[in-house]
């Protein structure tokens, strides 16, 4: 385990779990989930459980931390990823939210970080969310035995209607590249109903794509999800960062 991946363990322990500081617990979610694509030989399955909880250190600051685990069938390989992220918020006003993240995301001993820069607004029936961050993949040794590490952009948003006070819709796509030869991106639009105890179903179904030196290939996912937010009307402010929940559709 190295040095950053104890930090982000330290932070979310130290901002969502410690009272020493006098922040005031102001939000969170829960989720369970199962994913796959539906046409593709690629085989790419399995389910995936996500939390975040908040803290509120002053009125206009929070701290957020996520942890997010998923198992299955992933590209054809039997494994899992762990997830940890924590967010720095600043909210602007009840309706806009900036933030900034960083997290890690672990498979077998390999790891691939990620930070960025975040935004959500919602008002009414309408809430939307955004970011722009860096996916930092370590490459491993050359043959000159030096260790080459790859960046990689990665932009995303989404947004919900609340059509009414039970059921949602809503949309979303990501995008992550390293040149225009090489990249990736998700669309996907799912419904959602809120059942009492603010408790959410969810489906989604979208495409995924590939292009990668000029062969590219796509396939279509679908995912189910069940949710329960506690501590405040929105649970968590942002999304959780990953790329399990941000390209792999979980």
Do not use: W
């Not at 967010?87 to 990620?114: L, M």
């Not at 949309?171 to 105890?197: E, H, K, P, Q, S």
Request: glycine residues 18%; proline residues 1%; aromatic residues 12%.
């Amino acid at each position: 385990m190295n040095t950053n991946f104890c930090a982000i363990i330290g932070m979310v322990l130290t901002f969502c779990g410690s009272q020493s500081y006098g922040q005031t617990f102001s939000g969170g979610d829960i989720s369970l989930g199962y994913a796959g694509l539906t046409d593709s030989d690629l085989k790419t399955s399995g389910y995936a459980l996500n939390a975040s909880g908040e803290a509120a250190l002053t009125r206009e600051l929070s701290v957020q931390g996520d942890f997010g685990y998923t198992n299955g069938e992933i590209g054809g390989f039997d494994g899992d990823i762990l997830s940890l992220a924590a967010h720095g918020i600043y909210n602007a006003s009840e309706n806009a939210s900036f933030g900034i993240y960083v997290g890690q995301d672990s498979s077998d001993g390999d790891s691939i970080k990620f930070y960025g820069v975040e935004g959500g607004y919602g008002y009414n029936q309408i809430k939307v969310d955004g970011y722009f961050g860096v996916t930092a993949i370590d490459s491993g040794p050359f043959i000159d035995g030096g260790v080459g590490d790859v960046d990689l952009n990665q932009i995303g948003m989404s947004a919900t209607f609340m059509v009414n006070d039970i059921f949602t819709v809503s949309g979303r796509y990501d995008r992550i590249r390293l040149t225009d030869a090489i990249g990736a991106n998700r669309i996907g639009a799912g419904v959602g109903a809120t059942l009492r105890n603010d408790f959410e179903l969810a489906a989604e179904v979208g495409r995924i794509e590939g292009d990668v030196f000029g062969y590219s290939d796509n396939a279509t996912y679908a995912n189910v999800s069940a949710t329960y937010s506690f501590g405040g009307p929105r649970g968590a402010t942002f999304e959780q960062r990953g790329i399990a929940k941000t390209l792999l559709g979980f």
